[in-house]
């Protein structure tokens, strides 16, 4: 095989709207962006497999059923794409956390239970010819070919594509998309090549309207730089839901002017510690507020137990509303605001 992992991924980089067709070069193509993990696949015609992360790390134990699906295909092939499982008619982004740093047996029995599908949408190389130099219109009829000649079904998976905007939006931007994990759209161009490490793709994130108590902040009461958001829960339990990006000057002052106050030592996270971010183990220094004010905020579709996994970005406080005007910790998912701008 003349590409061997590891093989950075063609990246994507985040854009306030959807951009016109003369965008990238040839004309853009739009596609779903999954809430999943990205994975690379390399296939031998020896049925030799490795599966690999968007950073490089080997995969293949995580997903045997990935795995084992490529060994069948008894060709020397190179696929890009999305890991994703499927839970309850909803993307699972947990149930792949579940996999990692799993022994083998136990892995087994999660695929058995919740199996992990492969959704395509790149071929890298085919047959010993490599593909990075080819068109995306080249390597999507040969990828569209790959999955016709083998009649490949469950659990590969691939991805739809189109170059009718209106289409796009319609279809994979409506509340019932974004509800079963669809975050946005990715925008590719019809003649790009395919660039390993490069953010030469644009995409476009989902974005959601919710409300939440500010709970504490980091910096200061006085000085906050962002906040962490809290919801309560039936059992009256204050649990956080998102933390913001930094705040825009404007929020800062407002804050820092005597809207927030500090809490006292009966604040429900006296004696709680959360991680610098989603997946870390390094705490977070963080100084606790009354929480009294509530705030609005918007985030991408990427939710996990009512928790948003990536930074939401604060729109405005919310006076007018009170704690008990929130919805519960782990209410279904908020309306979405498809013409709100992205931000990361």
């Known amino acids: 095989m003349s590409l061997a992992p590891p093989v950075e991924p063609m990246l994507a980089r985040a854009v306030p709207r959807l951009p016109g067709p003369a965008a990238l070069p040839g004309g853009t193509v739009l596609e779903p962006k999954y809430d999943g993990f990205r994975l690379l696949v390399f296939a031998g015609a020896d049925g030799e497999v490795f599966l690999q992360s968007r950073n490089g790390r080997d995969l293949t134990g995580a997903f045997p059923e990935i795995a084992d699906a490529a060994a069948a295909l008894g060709e ?10 499927c839970t309850g008619g909803r993307l699972d982004f947990s149930a792949l956390q579940q996999r990692m740093n799993r022994r083998p047996r136990t892995v087994a029995l999660l695929a058995r239970e919740q199996p992990a599908h492969l959704v ?65 759209l990715v925008i590719k161009g019809l003649e790009q090549t395919y660039q390993p490490g ?59 002017g005597g809207l927030l106050t500090p809490a006292g030592a009966d604040h429900p996270w006296h004696d709680v510690h959360f991680t610098s971010h989603w997946g870390s183990r390094e705490p977070l220094a963080f100084s606790p507020g009354a929480p009294q004010l509530v705030a609005e905020f918007h985030g991408d579709t ?6 948003w996994r990536h930074p939401v970005n604060l729109h405005r406080l919310r006076i007018d509303l009170t704690p008990d005007d929130v919805p519960p910790y782990g209410a279904k998912r908020p309306s979405v605001d498809p013409d709100r701008p992205a931000a990361e």
């Open 198 to 256: 490069r953010r030469g793709w644009l995409k476009y994130r989902t974005r959601n309207t919710a409300e939440a108590v500010i709970g504490a902040v980091t910096g200061s009461v006085i000085r906050p730089e962002t906040v962490l958001l809290g919801r309560y829960s039936t059992d009256g339990h204050f649990l956080l839901v998102a933390r913001s990006t930094p705040l825009a000057p404007r929020l800062r002052a407002e804050l820092g």
């Open 120 to 184: 395509a949408f790149d071929l890298l190389q085919h047959a010993g010819t490599e593909l990075l130099t080819w068109s995306y219109a080249e390597r999507r009829a040969a990828l569209e070919s790959l999955f016709q000649g083998h009649g490949l079904q469950a659990p590969w998976a691939l991805t739809p594509s189109t170059t009718d905007r209106a289409l796009a939006e319609e279809c994979w931007r409506l509340t019932e998309w974004t509800a079963v994990g669809v975050e946005g």
């Open 76 to 85: 020397d092939v190179v696929i890009d794409g999305e890991a994703v499982i």
């Open 302 to 307: 990427a939710v996990d137990r009512g928790r």
